[in-house]
C-alpha cells in the first residue's frame, strides 16, 4: 500500500519535528504515543496538521482536516481508517488513498470515474469501480463522506461549477441507490478550484477532470471512541 505508507512517512516526519521541542509529548505514556504515531498520522498528527492549516479548509483535504478529534480518542478513530483505507486500496488499486489525519482522502480520476462529455451520466466503467467502494462504506457505517467534484479549466467557470456539482450529486446518487444511507453524504461543486496538475496539457487537464472523497469520523464513531480511550 505504498500510496498510504509515503502518506503517513510524511506526516510522521512532519510530527517528529514539532515534537521535539514539546515538552508535553516526553510525558505521555505509550498507549498515548502508539495512539499518534500507530494511528498512521492519526490523533496527535491530524491535531498538529488541522491547527497548521486550519479547520474549514478547501476541497477534501479540508474536510479531513477540520474532523479532528485528537488524543486517544483519535489515535482509535485513526486505527479505523487505516484499516478503511487498506481496503478500498486493495478493492480500487488505481484510486490515491491518503490517510490524513483521522481520515481519509480518495482522489478519483478519469480513470476511475469517468463522465460522458459536458455531462453528469456516470459511464459503465466508473459504475464498475463505485460498485468496488459500496462493501467497504456498507463495513463502515459510522463515517460521513463528502463528494467532491472537479472539472478542468476548459469552458466557462460557472458552467464547470454547475457541471462539478451534478457530476458529485450523480456519485452520491448511485451510491445511495446501492444502499449506502443518503445522510451519510454531502456534495459539493469545486469547478476548476484547486487543479492538481497543469490544465496546459491533455494529460493535466485528464488528472484535474476527477471526484474526492472526504471520508471522516461521525458523531456516533468520535463518542464510541471516547468511551474506548476512557474519555
Given at each position: 500500500m505504498k500510496k498510504i505508507s509515503i502518506i503517513a512517512l510524511a506526516l510522521m516526519m512532519t510530527a517528529g519535528t514539532l515534537f521535539t521541542s514539546c515538552e508535553a509529548v516526553k510525558n505521555t505514556n505509550n498507549t498515548q504515543r502508539g495512539a499518534g504515531i500507530g494511528a498512521v498520522g492519526g490523533a496527535v498528527i491530524g491535531g498538529i496538521l488541522g491547527n497548521n492549516l486550519g479547520k474549514g479548509g478547501k476541497g477534501a483535504l479540508g474536510a479531513v482536516l477540520g474532523g479532528v478529534v485528537g488524543g486517544v480518542a483519535g489515535g482509535v478513530i485513526g486505527n479505523k481508517m487505516d484499516k478503511q483505507a487498506r481496503q478500498i486500496d486493495q478493492v480500487l488499486p488505481g484510486a490515491d488513498v491518503k490517510r490524513v489525519g483521522e481520515g481519509i482522502q480518495?482522489?478519483?480520476?478519469?480513470?476511475?470515474?469517468?463522465?460522458?462529455t459536458s455531462?453528469?451520466?456516470l459511464t459503465a466503467g466508473a459504475k464498475a469501480n463505485l460498485d468496488k467502494l459500496v462493501a467497504v462504506f456498507q463495513e463502515y457505517p459510522d463515517t460521513d463522506i463528502t463528494i467532491f467534484g472537479y472539472t478542468d479549466s476548459t469552458g466557462k467557470a460557472d458552467y464547470n461549477l454547475k457541471l462539478s456539482g451534478e457530476r458529485?450529486?450523480?456519485v452520491r446518487s448511485y451510491l445511495v441507490a446501492k444502499g449506502i444511507a443518503s445522510s451519510r453524504f454531502k456534495v459539493t461543486g469545486m469547478g476548476i478550484a484547486d487543479p492538481i496538475a497543469s490544465n496546459e496539457t491533455v494529460e493535466g487537464r485528464s488528472q484535474n477532470r476527477r471526484v474526492e472523497f472526504?471520508?471522516?469520523?461521525?458523531?456516533?464513531?468520535?463518542?464510541?471512541?471516547k468511551k474506548e480511550a476512557g474519555n
Open positions: 480518495l482522489v478519483l480520476n478519469e480513470n476511475a470515474v469517468r463522465f460522458d455531462k453528469s451520466t458529485a450529486a450523480s472526504a471520508i471522516t469520523a461521525n458523531a456516533k464513531m468520535q463518542e464510541d471512541a
